[in-house]
């Protein structure tokens, strides 16, 4: 079993700044991806950022410029700091995982449980 245990989510006013963190543990062989997901009420979800095992990162055009994903290999635990938060972010973000687990040639899918975020004056 793998878990991915999200934190950092919170109000905060137009222009701050949070960051939020997702830690994956479990019987982990390697992942492929981790990723930031939102979805606001009423709309559906899209990604907000990813960034695979090469490194590589990638962002919607809606965040780029303002948000920033990175990870700690060593400890499977990604990042997403969002800067110049706009009201239109406010969302439940989403930590998302693509690995192999231990023992299976297989590429799974994980999802945290959720962490608000709530930007408003």
């Known amino acids: 079993q793998v878990q991915l245990v999200e934190s950092g989510g919170g109000l905060v006013q137009p222009g701050g700044s949070l960051r939020l963190s997702c830690a994956a543990s479990?019987?982990?062989?390697?992942?492929?991806?981790m990723g930031w997901y939102r979805q606001a009420p009423g709309k559906q979800r899209e990604l907000v950022a990813f960034i695979p095992s090469g490194g590589s990162t990638n962002y919607a055009d809606s965040v780029k410029g303002r948000f920033t994903i990175s990870r700690d290999n060593a400890k499977n635990t990604v990042y997403l700091q969002m800067n110049s938060l706009k009201p239109e972010d406010t969302a439940v973000y989403y930590c998302n995982a693509n690995l192999r687990v231990l023992r299976s040639q297989e590429l799974y899918t994980y999802w945290g449980q959720g962490t608000p975020v709530t930007v408003s004056s």
């Open positions: 479990g019987s982990i062989f390697s992942i492929n991806a």
